[in-house]
């Protein structure tokens, strides 16, 4: 009940004109940054993040989640079409996907494909908003060694999930932990890493530094090459994008699949929308009357990772919004957002910005079905995106991104912050250190030294505080076995190759 | 290069990283009057970084030794994107004195000229177009001000 009252909240928020209409253009241009292979929604939320210091707070953050969720839905297109995923959370769409389009199916892909983001998309705002205020009153507990302790398995996550780079995601975390450590010490105003430099006594600039590792790495990535991929024929008409009844009937278990996968998997901070189509596409063939099926264009290889995508979007959201700790880049950004903004992400937060929670809860609803909307009809027209020459978008991004960092503070001392994370972004993609661990460090280490800090004061000192309470000690335990798994496996291996060698 | 050898110089850098910043975190009081200083958290991220840079430098050594051929060549075609990261360099830095619109310009027919091999002209029509959305966007519907020239803009 108390549930239902909030939800007419929400939408009496969401449904007003003006949210309304960010909600649309957020989902479009998700939609739109989708299907354009090179620039995901990180990157886009980054480089609008500046825009929205204007704007009324709650409408900013529906047209911020808006692209968020929106670039999943259009994902999917590039991926049918080009076999080129535009996010790396549909390269599992690519499997089927692309082989139904070649197959003369590209319509009955097309329209799955919305339809299963549109369930699963739609099942993961549902538990978003039945899950996250009972888990926020639970968070309502933790003093600062429960939050330390919480960050710091949010933060194992990320680097046990990196998976062979886990010592380079380690390395990153270090580094943008580090960054956060710029400027005035929280509690003796002293200045530290600052290079003499009294831009630097505020801290990085999270926008410059954000903006600079996904969207100008992003173009000088892309710029290394100058392929494109054939698109293939677009059956126009929504008569041609719907799937069968028979295709429904195939896809029952694939809706379902997708929807509870996407949204646990979601809800895991590092696991991302990535594992979860994967692990949902895994399922569905390991289910399936017709494995041997799968990769040659089964219409359940696509519902399955596109709905676990789509549902990822809800699960994510319940751990930033309720304890403040993000998944990803693209929450990561959020968070920083929020920040900016001025709310504290946590517990607190649904209680004392009702209007904020309830209204994105019911714009997500609304956004699904725009989305569900504007992809059956649209699809042809997105996919016309694709044709936009290189070398007008990238002057664009670029342009785009100085404008938003300099209008921040109207310095140009942090456009070439970002110009220099750019470099640093760049550079980690070459060699594959995930940028996710760098953001996360930095958006999460002031957070992470206060509640540390506070902890030891609580203790006068002492580390045992954060080993003698039961809630502390066992999200630190997880965290550490979690950081250790690798290790044990990696000896175990040295173990039997030893065996092997000798024998 | 390869990406073995990349790697380990990475790793090198950021251990050498970890000890300039166990090197900063200690000139900073590691314990205040009201608990851990503020050279508390720096020094321990500096160790982190020294420790886990150098096991990653074992890692990617002893990854080359495995591999007989030098690892995979991953640096082709990072000509074109230094050179795009230069430009803009070089763009921001023309900005306090130009102004955006004119160094905006100025870069795009860097990437488009220079990166692209598309004609000057088309560069020119698209440096402008783009700086005149970017103007009629931040400075006139959001009011946003950008960086101006001698002339005013």
Request: aromatic fraction near 10%; include cysteine; glycine fraction near 12%.
């Amino acid at each position: 009940m108390d549930a239902l009252s909030n939800l007419l909240l929400g939408f009496s928020v969401a449904l007003t004109p003006i949210n309304l209409f960010w909600c649309f253009v957020g989902v479009v241009l998700g939609t739109v940054v989708g299907v354009l292979p090179g620039l995901g929604p990180a990157a886009t939320i980054a480089m609008l993040l500046p825009i929205t210091l204007k704007m009324d707070h709650t409408t900013a953050i529906i047209a911020l989640a808006g692209i968020f969720y929106g670039a999943r839905y259009g994902g999917s297109t590039t991926s049918i079409l080009l076999n080129m995923p535009g996010e790396s959370s549909s390269v599992a769409t690519c499997l089927d996907g692309y082989q139904m389009a070649r197959n003369g199916r590209a319509g009955a892909a097309l329209g799955i494909s919305a339809i299963a983001s549109f369930i699963a998309g739609t099942v993961g705002v549902l538990g978003l908003m039945l899950i996250s205020p009972p888990l926020a009153r639970f968070a309502l507990r933790f003093a600062p060694p429960e939050y330390f302790a919480l960050m710091t398995l949010g933060l194992a996550m990320v680097v046990f999930l990196a998976g062979d780079s886990m010592v380079k995601a380690l390395l990153m975390l270090l580094v943008g932990l580090w960054i956060a450590t710029i400027g005035t010490d929280l509690f003796t105003a002293e200045s530290r890493f600052t290079f003499g430099q009294a831009k630097l006594l505020g801290g990085v600039d999270f926008i410059a530094a954000t903006v600079g590792i996904f969207a100008v790495a992003e173009v000088l990535i892309n710029l290394e090459s100058r392929s494109g991929g054939e698109v293939l024929k677009i059956p126009s008409g929504v008569k041609n994008l719907l799937p069968t009844l028979q295709d429904l009937k195939d896809c029952r278990f694939a809706f379902l699949n997708g929807s509870v996968i996407g949204f646990f998997v979601g809800a895991l901070p590092g696991a991302g929308a990535t594992v979860a189509s994967f692990l949902s596409y895994g399922l569905e063939k390991a289910v399936s009357r017709h494995p041997e099926k799968f990769g040659t264009g089964v219409i359940e290889g696509v519902a399955a990772p596109e709905g676990a995508n789509n549902a990822d979007a809800g699960g994510a959201l319940v751990p930033l919004l309720t304890l403040g700790i993000p998944g990803g880049n693209t929450t990561a950004i959020l968070l920083g957002g929020l920040i900016l903004w001025g709310y504290r992400p946590g517990p607190l937060l649904i209680q004392e910005h009702p209007e904020l929670f309830w209204g994105l809860v019911a714009s997500m609803y609304v956004g699904n079905v725009l989305l569900l909307v504007l992809n059956l009809p649209l699809v042809p027209l997105f996919a016309q995106i694709l044709r936009l020459p290189n070398y007008v978008l990238y002057p664009f991004i670029l342009g785009i991104s100085v404008v938003g960092v300099y209008s921040v503070n109207n310095s140009l001392f942090d456009v070439w912050m970002m110009a220099l994370f750019g470099l640093l972004g760049y550079l980690m993609r070459k060699l594959d250190f995930p940028a996710a661990a760098l953001i996360l460090g930095l958006v999460l280490g002031d957070v992470l030294e206060r509640a540390l800090r506070q902890s030891l004061m609580m203790s006068q000192g002492s580390l045992a505080i954060l080993v003698t309470r039961p809630i502390s000690a066992t999200l630190l335990f997880i965290a550490l076995v979690l950081l250790c798994l690798p290790a044990i496996r990696r000896v175990r291996a040295w173990r039997v190759e030893a065996v092997e060698h000798e024998s | 290069m390869g990406s073995d050898k990349s790697n380990l110089i990475a790793a090198a850098c950021l251990a050498a990283f970890g000890v300039y910043v166990v090197y900063g975190g200690s000139r900073l009081s590691y314990v205040s009057e009201v608990g851990p200083g503020p050279g508390f958290f720096p020094f321990w991220i500096g160790i982190g970084l020294l420790l886990f840079g150098a096991y990653q430098m074992v890692l990617s050594y002893s990854s080359a030794r495995h591999h007989a051929v030098a690892g995979v060549p991953i640096w082709s075609g990072s000509g074109r994107a230094l050179g795009a990261w230069l430009g803009l360099a070089v763009a921001i830095a023309l900005f306090r004195w130009i102004g955006f619109a004119l160094g905006f310009v100025l870069l795009t027919i860097f990437l488009v000229v220079a990166l692209d091999h598309r004609p000057v002209v088309l560069a020119l029509g698209i440096g402008a177009g783009l700086a005149l959305v970017f103007y009629i966007v931040f400075e006139f519907a959001l009011g946003v001000s950008l960086p101006a020239g001698p002339w005013g803009f």
